[in-house]
């Protein structure tokens, strides 16, 4: 609990006011001050955080059972999004129950769908972090494919936006693993849900539309909970890295 503004905001009514603008101070501390610094949680950023979490599981456990790639994935996301003490165990926790083979997941993602309402670039990001699970073996199998398509249904998208999102985010497994060497023109074009063919306005605006649909700042507004920012942030790094790299080949101004 933040107390620092309340402390501050009656010593200093208390010197101008004694007893009375003391209370006036503490309470004008704990309103300007104390309740600012403190985060609101709103229900939409709880049921995002752990209706992610156990998707994950589920999607995981889709192939037969968890691998070591899958628990791998789950916690370098965890470490990514620095998560420890009671925010890490309910991540677990979530990712846990998603694996039971009775998991509602029609259910759940009818609640989530409800409490996003149309905030379609937070549930855009809820898929995408369910395809990176998919891809975590480097393959998608028919049943991780048929739960994307329950998930993809289910928050509005339809079969062509998924298959599209799948080649974007395949484009981007290979960016990251192109190491010291640079991703290729190739991923960057992937990345970007364009192809060489196109003219580079097209180009332009398709970068423009991905940055805009990922802005960590916009997804934030929407109910993004603040411990998954960094995944919005290293997904708008990627779309600018892969922009610069086709920007700089085909010196567009």
Known sequence: MQIWGKVFGGLLGFFFGRFAGMILGVWLGHVLVDKRRTPQ????????????????????KASGQVTQADIALANA???????SGEARRQAQEAFREGKASDYPLEERLKQLKLVMAFRRDLARMFLEIQIQVALSDGDIDANERRILSQVAKQLGFTAQELEQMLSMRQGEHSFHRSGHQGPSLADAYQLLGVSEGDDDRAIKRAYRKLMAQHHPDKLASQGLPEEMMSLAQQKSQDIQAAWEAIRRERNIR
């Open 77 to 83: 996301v965890m470490d990514q999004l620095r998560l």
């Open 41 to 60: 949680v709103t229900p939409r950023q709880n049921l995002f955080f752990h209706t992610t979490f156990a998707v994950m599981g589920h999607v995981a």
